[in-house]
């Protein structure tokens, strides 16, 4: 199975800062690498695949980047409702794997 | 608008079988794969099993494997995970999922969750 890194595993940051978070896959997964937003006690959302695609209406200071085994996703200009979990998830083998996630807090 | 539901969550106890529902709405249900994916409580998110769009081909997760079995029905919309031999371990929250049309395992539709718990 392909294992995903995903580091912090918990960050605090004030509003308007930016914030990255990085996840390394065990090997190379060829851009198969989508992130999530879960918010407590809701259901996980699409942010980015294709490790720098932006799903439809993810508003543009959430970005992805990365290749081979190492990506990011950054959060430009923190907002008060980007507080919440974020995970990673390898899609090019199966079994499709997530990141621990990283919990994201206001300072 | 796209809406998943799913259903059929609760207690049982180890051993003992559940099967939950994912009633689908907002689209066409039959030309997507879908997935279902757990969460234990205050854990991440694990892949459990995936089904293509006419149930052709499935896939699981090793833990699963043999216990689990994924199935849907297209005329009815709906999905359906049928949980055998169930172990503690297999107490999470499970999120029905549609697979994206042009990224096979991304996943970018999620229901609101089935709560199950394996215990005595």
């Known amino acids: 199975d392909i294992q995903m890194t995903q580091s912090p595993a918990s960050l605090s940051a004030s509003l308007g800062e930016t914030v990255t978070i990085e996840c390394r896959a065990s090997?190379?997964?060829?851009?198969?690498l989508a992130w999530y937003q879960q918010k407590p006690g809701k259901s996980p959302q699409l942010l980015i695949y294709?490790?720098?695609s932006l799903h439809t209406g993810v508003p543009s200071r959430f970005s992805g980047s990365g290749s081979g085994t190492q990506y990011s996703l950054k959060i430009n200009s923190l907002q008060s409702e980007d507080v919440a979990s974020y995970f990673c998830?390898?899609?090019?083998?199966?079994?499709?794997?997530f990141g621990a996630g990283t919990k994201l807090e206001l300072k | 608008e796209v809406q998943l539901v799913e259903s059929g969550g609760g207690l049982v106890q180890p051993g003992r079988s559940l099967k939950l529902s994912c009633a689908a709405s907002?689209?066409?249900?039959?030309?997507?794969?879908m997935a279902w994916v757990r969460q234990a409580p205050k854990k991440g998110l694990e892949w459990v099993a995936t089904?293509?769009?006419?149930?052709?081909?499935?896939y699981y997760r090793d833990s699963v494997k043999g216990r689990f079995t994924i199935s849907r029905d297209n005329a009815k919309s709906t999905l359906y995970l049928q949980m055998d031999s169930l172990r503690s371990e297999d107490t999470a929250t499970y999120y029905c999922?549609?697979?994206?049309?042009?990224?096979?395992?991304?996943?970018?539709?999620w229901g609101q969750g089935a709560s199950v718990t394996v215990s005595s």
């Open positions: 907002g689209f066409t249900f039959s030309d997507y794969a």
């Open positions: 999922a549609r697979h994206s049309h042009w990224e096979l395992g991304v996943m970018d539709a």
């Open positions: 089904i293509i769009y006419d149930g052709s081909s499935t």
């Open positions: 090997e190379d997964i060829y851009n198969g």
């Open positions: 294709n490790a720098n």
């Open positions: 998830q390898q899609y090019y083998d199966y079994p499709y794997t």
